[in-house]
């Protein structure tokens, strides 16, 4: 559970960066890039929450 929750926090970091530099080249316009900037702002807080500061003693417990 903890990688799929990984997989989808870098996904939703790629999806906040990666928007950037396709406006910059012109393959998107900027209305897109902030619309896809914006979930992948949301997805990243709801997911990485669960899974970034915890200690080892909590990451042993579950």
Do not use: C, Q
Not at 2 to 13: C, D, R
Request: net charge neutral.
């Amino acid at each position: 559970m903890k990688i799929l929750l990984k997989i989808i926090s870098f996904a939703a970091l790629a999806l906040t960066l990666i928007p950037s530099f396709l406006v910059l080249n012109g393959i998107i316009t900027p209305e897109l890039s902030k619309t896809l900037m914006l979930a992948g702002t949301v997805i990243w807080f709801g997911s990485a929450s669960f899974w970034m500061n915890k200690t080892e003693k909590e990451e042993e417990i579950g």
